[in-house]
Structures are given as C-alpha cells and as structure tokens.
C-alpha cells in the first residue's frame, strides 16, 4: 500500500517527512513528483510573503518579536492554504518533469540492447516486401519487441506482426515535418493524454467501410526502445484489450481481437495482421 503524503501541508523538510516522500516515490513516483511540486510551490508562496513582509515598515507601536512570530506562522499557513489550491506553478513543475523522467526512462532502456536468443526467419506466404527487407526488420526489432514482451506479457509474434504491418516492415515508418523518424511502428496516435512529440501525416480511415484520407496526429518518440515501451504500456493496462492477451499462440483470435478493440478502422485490418504474423517464425 502507497503511504499517503498529505501535501503541502506536511513539508518534507525534517528526516521523518522526508523519508516518507522518498519512499512514496519508490511506489508510487508520479504521485510523488506531485507532492514534491506542491511543496516547492508552498515554500515558494512562503518566501514570497515573507519578502513581501520585510518590505513594508515593521517599526510600528504593534510590532515585535512575537507579533511578527505570529505573522510568520499565519504567512507559512497562507502559503500553504494557497498552494493545496494551485497557482499553476506546480502543473508547470510537473509537466516539466514528467518529460525529462519519460526521457530518462528512455536512456535506461538499451538503445541497442544484446542480441536475443529467438531466432527469427520468414514464411513463404506473397508480400509486397522482400525476404530480405523482412528479415532485415525482424533481426533489428527483435530486441526491442522481447523488452516489450517482458513487459507486457504480449506474445512476440504479435508485437513484431503489428509493428511490421503498421510501418511497412520498416519502409513505410511515420516521418516528421522536417523529415526525421518519429519512431512509432505501430500507428499510435496522439490523444489528449499523450503530452510527447507529435508527428501529423496524411493517413487512410474507414468509416462504415469506405476509406477517405485524412490527416491524423501521431505519437512520436526518441528511439525505437521508447516506442516499443510505449506500445507494451498501451497494450498491457488497457482492459479494452484483454482479451488480446487470453489468446496466445492463436494468431487469427489475436488479430480478431486487436480490432474489435476498435486498435484500427480498416475492416480487413485482421486478415492483413494474421498473415504478416503467420510470416514470421521465432525459434528458441
């Protein structure tokens, strides 16, 4: 359970209320990196009362050490009356933070992790793409689809069928405007959550079977070990695609599943997922 840090009432500025907000951030870091930003924005409101205190004439026939005492708790409880209700400093802190915490998660992930044990090679069923370009992407995502794989419980088979289908076996990767990759191999698109790098490109949608190009905004990433993170964490705690994860080994269930999930538009979306999945063979 996730010892609850009342905050900015409770300032971590003694051992005891520093250790618990060191060890909520072990359990919980984004509730953390919260509490953190609503202290400092506490103390700062603080800070700013007593120089606004310091600033005006304290030499009056009312003024002495424990009037001004008394001013400087109830100045410390304003602060903190004011910071529970947010002036936006906090938000700012945490928007802030967050991106460099999503980039550091990023660096710990092996931008170019071991070579995996599985051994990929190619079926013969028709493709638009070569064996060689198949294989190619197969042996340069494999490491990347295992870290994901771990993460989420998502069998590799289906991680590296999506990301092949979605990206063209590598050919056909979402670009930004100034031409660099955005990374997303899967077709992730930028909601009103994501808060990352966007990537808009022209696009083909169904609705009610009949396609129409539009442009779409998409998620963009830093590296390909991001990407596949991202992808893991999408798939592996959203409940819309649970049942995805119940068929393992069933690669037309999977793909079956995938869009009912409503994962794409296109209505033949499945076929075309089973048959880049039935394609790639993985061998201990």
């Known amino acids: 359970m996730v010892n609850r840090l009342d905050t900015p009432a409770n300032l971590a500025l003694d051992a005891q209320s520093l250790e618990r907000l060191r060890a909520q951030a072990k359990q919980s870091p984004d509730q953390a990196l919260k509490a953190a ?24 026939m009312f003024d002495s050490e424990q009037t001004r005492m008394f001013t400087g708790i109830l100045d410390q409880q304003l602060a903190q009356s004011m910071a529970s209700r947010g002036v936006g400093l906090a938000d700012i802190m945490v928007r802030q933070l967050r991106g460099q915490m999503a980039a550091d998660v990023s660096q710990k992930i092996d931008p ?5 044990t599985p051994q990929a090679s190619i079926g013969t069923l028709p493709s638009a793409y070569g064996e060689d370009t198949q294989k190619d992407f197969v042996n340069r995502m494999l490491p990347y689809a295992m870290q994901a794989s771990e993460a989420s419980g998502l069998p590799l088979q289906l991680i590296l069928g999506q990301a092949a289908l979605e990206s ?4 056909r990767e979402i670009r930004m405007a100034d031409g ?5 191999l899967f077709g992730i698109k930028a909601n009103s959550d994501w808060n990352g790098k966007i990537a808009e490109v022209m696009t083909t949608e169904y609705k009610n079977g009949v396609p129409s190009k539009q442009v ?6 830093s590296s390909y070990a991001e990407a596949f993170m991202d992808y893991a964490e ?4 959203n409940p819309r695609y649970a ?15 995938l869009q009912k999930a409503g994962y794409a538009t296109d209505p033949k979306y499945a076929d075309k997922l089973a048959s880049v999945m039935d394609r790639i063979n993985l061998a201990g």
Not at 168 to 171: N, S, T, Y
Not at 216 to 221: G, P, S
Request: cysteine-free; aromatic content about 10%; glycine content about 10%.
């Open 37 to 60: 930003a609503q202290q400092f924005e506490s103390v700062f409101l603080n800070m700013m009362l007593k120089s606004m205190r310091e600033a005006t004439p304290q030499d009056g």
């Open 112 to 116: 170019q992790p071991p070579v995996a």
């Open 180 to 184: 660099s990759n955005s990374y997303n």
């Open 243 to 257: 049942n995805v994860l119940r068929l393992d080994g069933d690669a037309a269930g999977m793909a079956r599943a």
């Open 234 to 237: 999408l798939m592996g705690n």
């Open 168 to 171: 063209g076996w590598g050919k």
């Open 216 to 221: 779409e905004k998409f998620r963009a990433y």
